[in-house]
C-alpha cells in the first residue's frame, strides 16, 4: 500500500498519539500512534513489556488513557465500553480466557451475537465457512477443546458480530508449532474474507511473514515501521528486536511445554 494511496483515505482504525497506563502516574503507551487501513493485516510486534497487549486494551476500553484518540472511520471512540465498541464494529479476542469453558461451540457463537440474536443463522454460515470444524462440534463443549480449537471459537465468537476490525492478543500463544502455524493461516484466511486486522504477536518473524504492514513498540512508542517483509530484513529490527524476541520465544518454550 503506497503513501500516496493511504494519504487519500481514513483508517479504518487509527490510535493517535496514544498515552494510556494502568496506574495513576505511569504510563505504559507513550505516544503510540498506529493506522490500519480498510483490508490491513497489522502487526504489532516488539520486546516484553513494551506495551502491545496495552495497544489493544486501550483501544477496546479496557486500559485507562491519559492523552490521544482511538478513531473508528474518522469517529472519536476514545475510552468507549467494550459493549458500545463492539456495536460499532470492533472485536477482540484477548489473550488468555477467551471462552465460556461450560457453554457449547453453539452458545460461545451465540454469545457474541447477543446484541443482533435475529441474525444467528447467516453469521454462523460465514464463522463455519472460515472454521468448519465449529459446525460439526457445535454441540460441544468449550472446555473439551484444545488450545488451537478454543482459539478458533474465540475468533468464530468475535465474527460474529461482523467487525469492520479484529483485534488479536497473541493468538499463537501456549500452542504447539503445527497449532501455531493453523491459526496464523486462519487469521490470513479471515483478513482475505475482507476483515481488517490489528495482531499483536510475540512470534516476530511469523507475524511479519504474513501481515502487509507492521509496527516494533519500543517503550510504549512506535519505534519502526514498514511492511512485514521490510522489517524482517531491517538491519536495525533485526539486530535490536529479532534476536531478543526470538529468545524470549525460546525461554517461553523451555518454561512451558506447547499445547496441542
Known amino acids: 500500500m503506497t503513501d500516496t494511496a493511504t494519504a487519500t483515505r481514513t483508517p479504518v482504525l487509527r490510535t493517535d498519539d496514544l498515552v494510556a497506563g494502568y496506574l495513576p502516574g505511569v504510563n505504559i503507551l507513550n505516544g503510540c500512534t498506529v493506522d490500519a487501513y480498510q483490508g490491513d493485516l497489522i502487526g504489532i510486534i516488539g520486546p ?94 468449550a472446555g473439551s477443546l484444545s488450545g488451537g480449537e478454543r482459539q478458533m471459537v474465540a475468533m468464530g465468537r468475535a465474527l460474529m458480530m461482523d467487525p469492520s476490525v479484529l483485534l488479536l492478543d497473541e493468538p499463537s500463544a501456549g500452542l504447539s508449532p503445527v497449532r501455531q502455524d493453523e491459526t496464523f493461516l486462519r487469521v490470513a484466511e479471515i483478513n482475505r474474507a475482507g476483515v481488517t486486522i490489528i495482531m499483536v504477536e510475540q512470534n516476530a518473524r511469523r507475524c511479519l511473514q504474513i501481515c502487509h504492514r507492521a509496527y516494533v513498540l519500543d517503550q510504549g512508542k512506535d519505534a519502526y515501521t514498514g511492511t512485514g517483509r521490510e522489517l524482517l530484513t531491517d538491519p536495525r529490527v533485526i539486530e535490536l528486536y529479532l534476536g531478543t524476541l526470538a529468545a524470549d520465544e525460546d525461554a517461553k518454550r523451555d518454561r512451558k511445554e506447547p499445547e496441542a
Open 48 to 141: 516484553n513489556g513494551a506495551g502491545k497487549s496495552t495497544l489493544l486494551k486501550a483501544i477496546f476500553g479496557q486500559v485507562k488513557i491519559r492523552g490521544g484518540a482511538v478513531l473508528l472511520n474518522g469517529e472519536d471512540i476514545t475510552s468507549l465500553k467494550a459493549d458500545k465498541l463492539v456495536a460499532k464494529g470492533v472485536g477482540m479476542v484477548p489473550q488468555n480466557n477467551n471462552v465460556f469453558p461450560s457453554l457449547s461451540i453453539e452458545e460461545n457463537l451465540q454469545m457474541g451475537l447477543f446484541q443482533r440474536p435475529k441474525v444467528f443463522a447467516e453469521r454462523f454460515d460465514f464463522v463455519s465457512g472460515l472454521f468448519p470444524e465449529l459446525a460439526k462440534r457445535r454441540k460441544q463443549r
